[in-house]
């Protein structure tokens, strides 16, 4: 039987899930930098597949955001 006494406390802090917010909104940037380049005739290739944008900054973008997602998890707002 639960004790009436014993409080429902959350397992983080309301900084972790505004900064775990964060991290999500970082990684949904990234997938979006990583989207189009295609083309409409499939007899065309289109070398926008291989820019900067595509390779390069938004894939390091999706990984900042997961860093950014797994500091949230382990930071300890009680620890001053």
């Given at each position: 039987m639960k004790n009436k006494d014993q409080k429902n406390a959350f397992l983080f802090e309301k900084i972790n899930y505004t900064i775990l917010i964060i991290g999500i909104a970082?990684?949904?940037?990234?997938?979006?930098?990583?989207?189009?380049?295609?083309?409409?005739?499939?007899k065309v290739f289109n070398d926008a597949v291989f820019n900067f944008?595509?390779?390069?900054?938004?894939?390091?973008?999706?990984?900042?955001?997961?860093?950014?997602?797994?500091y949230s998890i382990f930071k300890n707002p009680k620890k001053q």
């Open positions: 970082v990684i949904a940037i990234g997938f979006l930098l990583m989207s189009g380049g295609g083309s409409d005739d499939p944008r595509r390779i390069r900054l938004a894939p390091t973008v999706v990984l900042i955001g997961f860093g950014i997602t797994i």
